[in-house]
């Protein structure tokens, strides 16, 4: 047993420090769909924003207690995406969110969860509040089936008992750092919970600690546009080449994907100075610091919409609209006038008028300078490629043929 133990575990430190690798297999991808459940676009404006002040107090869940490449699709649910997940033997299929904002996954908010002869219950009690939701019941271990081959005999898992702020959907696949699942169990342990990925990667089943992330634009309700791979990239996913940028250091960006960035309108009006913030999944809009917002809101010429809570510019206003630049230290990525714009064919869908001209671009709700001062939510994360590296330390970012598009 000692010379196999010895040469899984050189194994593994050596692909720790490796870069991430394809792995020589076929991808497996699941269906996906986009599902849109608002009933007003302003209950979205509301729910990023009480999510962004929950993550700025310490991490979505800490903050309860103390203040082989494989790809998956996903599903758009204009709150986050979703995926297909199987608990138990045999498997019974969760809708759950995917979520690079928390590390815990749980089950429960909406269908019951089932057990089977490989759900084994723990003695924890385990809690997480989100801001825009929350979940507590008990903590489980079980056999987690993400894709064909992609199997966790003995995942760590929520069963929920209790959840607000998750209807329509059954839970959380949480794939951010794994330090966020500390003080989610009670009685509190000093340890942090292995998410999928970490186990994924320490059983061998991927070969490299990161993962890939493609989201697509979309005008309708329901549509297959997602995909995750885990181990690796998907190069038919992006264009060029991936630019990252080392996690920042500033708190409490760093407790997430947080990177170091700043942003620009057209080519001279600094909108916002290079700070830190986070690349996350859970939240729709691009959100900025408030300071940040004003001067968005001045250069493009947009007023607040009282009805949807977001700005509203005219036609005259989009034709001068311009680019949004990032500038982050893996290089500039331009997110074009289209790509700030809601979706205009789904104006009534969530609230607003039709024929009129949203931008995706939002208020924090907090002024720069806190250690949390934008999220790149998934309005960005539609027009590239992203790439959550755990085992070295850092985001990409690369663009893809959605990029350009004029979709919205």
Known sequence: ?????????????????????????????????????????????????????????????????????????????????????????????????????????????????????????????????????????TEFTDQVTIATGLVIPKQSIGVATKSTGFDGVDGILGIGPVDLTLDTLSPATSSSIPTVTDNLFANGVISAHSIGISFEPSITGTDNNGEITWGGTDSSKFTGTIGFSSLTTTSPANEFW????????????????????????????????????????????????????????????????????????GGTFELTANGQLWPRALNTDIGGVAGRIYLIVNDLGSNSGEGLDFINGFGFLERFYSVFDTANNRVGFATTPFTTATTN
Do not use: C
């Open 1 to 137: 047993m000692f010379p196999t133990t010895l040469l899984t575990t050189l194994l593994l430190a050596f692909s720790v420090a490796a870069n991430p690798v394809l792995v020589d297999r076929s991808t497996v991808t699941l269906p996906l769909s986009r599902r849109l459940n608002l009933t007003s676009i302003h209950n979205l404006v509301l729910h990023d924003q009480a999510r962004a002040k929950n993550l700025k107090l310490g991490g979505s869940g800490k903050s309860a207690n103390r203040r082989a490449v494989i790809s998956e699709p996903v599903q758009n649910q204009a709150v986050t995406y979703v995926a297909s997940i199987g608990v138990g033997s045999p498997a019974t299929t969760y809708s759950l969110l995917i979520d690079t904002g928390s590390s815990n996954t749980w089950v429960g908010a909406d269908k019951a969860y089932v057990k089977t002869s490989t759900s084994t219950q723990t003695t924890n009690k385990v809690a997480v509040t989100y801001g825009s939701g929350s979940f507590s019941g």
């Open 258 to 329: 947080g990177i170091n960035q700043s942003i620009r309108y057209g080519t001279s009006t600094t909108i916002l100075a290079t700070t830190a913030g986070i690349v996350d999944t859970g939240t729709t809009l691009v959100l900025i610091a408030t300071n940040a917002f004003t001067k968005y809101k001045t250069a493009t010429g947009g007023v607040l919409d009282s009805t949807t809570g977001l700005l509203r510019i005219t036609a005259a206003q989009l034709t001068s609209l311009q680019s949004l630049f990032f500038v982050t230290p």
